[in-house]
Every structure is written in structure tokens, then in C-alpha cells.
């Protein structure tokens, strides 16, 4: 494969890790897994919302290994359609998803902070549904796969192949940074990838229910999520 084979610890400098960010860019996001999923073993984890992007990924890992571990995080209020692509993509590949979610009921939310606090606090529903969630799961894991791309949000811009999440305190790596939202189309094309099928209804970028609408023609991508706020992450990536 011709990977370099740097161990990655705690110690590992931001200057050894840049240096193989920079390899990185010139391989293919296969590549990158296999490396994740040698260097990390079971200390490493997938983590989707069943977007397109992270359709693909979870394709491509379980060609190399349908045990690698993948979770996701599960708010209550995902759509019914986003279920349903879990139980799918399960039976074609083989994978199994880990469900990460809050002990938080929604009705015990509605208690204590109001009903439907995503139109109030979007912040605060997501720091707790998603968030804190999130934060114990990556307390277990050295390092943790996302399916983010530079050009989704300003956010995303920097995000290297590999990087140190400096947020979570592990290593992140982002094996389709490089990616447009073309080469994603393609590869599901390519490889008859099941997705959500929002996504021939105008659902370009898909959430929870009640924070994602369908995007007009010539609208960002994301302009669906949390539409009429200034909210354009969830606090998952910085
Ligand atoms: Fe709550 Fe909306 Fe965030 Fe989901 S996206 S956790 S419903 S604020």
C-alpha cells in the first residue's frame, strides 16, 4: 500500500501529523481506512448520520472489514426514512451500527426545559442529544472517522485528512476531506450505494426532523439545516 508507517500516540508531534496529512492527500480514502483500521484497531470507530457521505464510507469499510466498528447517534428524532437506511445499509453489508444516544428521554427533556426545545435552544438540544453523546463515545477511542468534506461549511474548510481534534482530544481523520459532492454522486453510482431517499426530494444535507427542510435550486446545501438560524453546525465538528 505504501502508507507511512508512523505510529500515532499522544506523543506524535502536529508536525509529524501534518506530514502525513500531506501523504494522505495523495491516496485514495481506501487507503486511508485500511491505514485507520491497522494503526487503530478497535480503538478506532466510523461515526454517521447516514448521509450520502457517510453511505460511502460505510461501503467502502466493509469491503475491508465488516467488523470495523461504526456508530451512530441516535436523537429520537431522526427521520423515519434515516431508520430505515440503517436497517438497509445492516442487511446489504453485513455492518453493524452502534447506537449512541442521550439517557435523556424526550419526554423527560420536554420537562425539564420545554417541549420542543430544538425551535427554542437549538444549542442546547444538540449539546444534549448529540454532544455529550458523542463525547462519551469518543472517551473509548483513540481516534474517530468522520465523513466531512472542506467544502460542506467555512468550519470544514482546514480539515485535514488526519488532524488532531483538538475539541475531543483524539485523532480525527476525515478520509473524504478532499471529496466533492460529485465524486460522493459517482461513487454511489458506481457502486449502487443505497442513501437516503430524501435525497431525490431536495433533502440535500439531512438531520433531525425538526431541524432540516428541503433546499430550493441554487440554495447551499445546508441551507436546509436549521433553516432561518445562524446554527450551521452541531457542535460535532469545529
Ligand atoms: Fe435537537 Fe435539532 Fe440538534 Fe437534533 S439537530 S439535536 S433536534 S437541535
Same mark, same amino acid.
Given at each position: 500500500?505504501?502508507?507511512?508507517?508512523?505510529?500515532?500516540?499522544?506523543?506524535?508531534?502536529?508536525?509529524?501529523?501534518?506530514?502525513?496529512?500531506?501523504?494522505?492527500?495523495?491516496?485514495?480514502?481506501?487507503?486511508?481506512?485500511?491505514?485507520?483500521?491497522?494503526?487503530?484497531?478497535?480503538?478506532?470507530?466510523?461515526?454517521?448520520?447516514?448521509?450520502?457521505?457517510?453511505?460511502?464510507?460505510?461501503?467502502?469499510?466493509?469491503?475491508?472489514?465488516?467488523?470495523?466498528?461504526?456508530?451512530?447517534?441516535?436523537?429520537?428524532?431522526?427521520?423515519? *426514512?434515516?431508520?430505515?437506511?440503517?436497517?438497509?445499509?445492516?442487511?446489504?453489508?453485513?455492518?453493524?451500527?452502534?447506537?449512541?444516544?442521550?439517557?435523556?428521554?424526550? *419526554?423527560?427533556?420536554? /420537562?425539564?426545559?420545554? $417541549?420542543?426545545?430544538?425551535?427554542?435552544?437549538?444549542?442546547?438540544?444538540?449539546?444534549?442529544? /448529540?454532544? $455529550?453523546?458523542?463525547?462519551?463515545?469518543?472517551?473509548?477511542?483513540?481516534?474517530?472517522?468522520?465523513?466531512?468534506?472542506?467544502?460542506?461549511?467555512?468550519?470544514?474548510?482546514?480539515?485535514?485528512?488526519? *488532524?488532531?481534534?483538538?475539541?475531543?482530544?483524539?485523532?480525527?481523520?476525515?478520509?473524504?476531506?478532499?471529496?466533492?459532492?460529485?465524486?460522493?454522486?459517482?461513487?454511489?453510482? /458506481?457502486?449502487?450505494?443505497?442513501?437516503?431517499?430524501?435525497?431525490?426530494?431536495?433533502?440535500?444535507?439531512?438531520?433531525?426532523?425538526?431541524?432540516?427542510?428541503?433546499?430550493?435550486?441554487? *440554495?447551499?446545501?445546508?441551507?436546509?439545516?436549521?433553516?432561518?438560524?445562524? /446554527?450551521? $453546525?452541531?457542535?460535532?465538528?469545529?
Amino acid at each position: 500500500m505504501g502508507v507511512a508507517a508512523l505510529a500515532i500516540d499522544r506523543n506524535t508531534s502536529d508536525e509529524e501529523l501534518q506530514d502525513l496529512a500531506s501523504e494522505f492527500e495523495m491516496r485514495e480514502p481506501q487507503q486511508v481506512l485500511r491505514w485507520a483500521l491497522e494503526e487503530f484497531g478497535n480503538d478506532v470507530a466510523l461515526a454517521t448520520g447516514f448521509g450520502a457521505e457517510g453511505c460511502v464510507l460505510v461501503h467502502m469499510l466493509s469491503q475491508i472489514d465488516r467488523y470495523a466498528r461504526i456508530f451512530y447517534l441516535d436523537t429520537d428524532v431522526l427521520f423515519p *426514512e434515516t431508520y430505515a437506511l440503517r436497517e438497509q445499509l445492516e442487511v446489504r453489508y453485513g455492518v453493524r451500527f452502534e447506537r449512541r444516544a442521550t439517557v435523556l428521554s424526550l *419526554e423527560d427533556q420536554s /420537562k425539564q426545559f420545554g $417541549e420542543q426545545l430544538w425551535e427554542r435552544q437549538p444549542d442546547l438540544c444538540c449539546k444534549l442529544r /448529540k454532544v $455529550e453523546p458523542l463525547l462519551e463515545t469518543l472517551g473509548d477511542l483513540s481516534a474517530w472517522i468522520t465523513a466531512i468534506r472542506r467544502d460542506q461549511t467555512p468550519a470544514r474548510a482546514t480539515a485535514g485528512i488526519v *488532524e488532531r481534534d483538538q475539541k475531543f482530544g483524539l485523532i480525527k481523520i476525515n478520509p473524504l476531506a478532499g471529496w466533492s459532492s460529485f465524486d460522493v454522486w459517482r461513487y454511489i453510482a /458506481k457502486h449502487d450505494v443505497p442513501y437516503n431517499p430524501l435525497h431525490n426530494s431536495g433533502y440535500s444535507s439531512i438531520g433531525c426532523k425538526p431541524c432540516t427542510t428541503a433546499v430550493r435550486i441554487g *440554495e447551499d446545501p445546508r441551507a436546509g439545516r436549521w433553516r432561518g438560524a445562524q /446554527k450551521t $453546525e452541531c457542535g460535532l465538528h469545529k
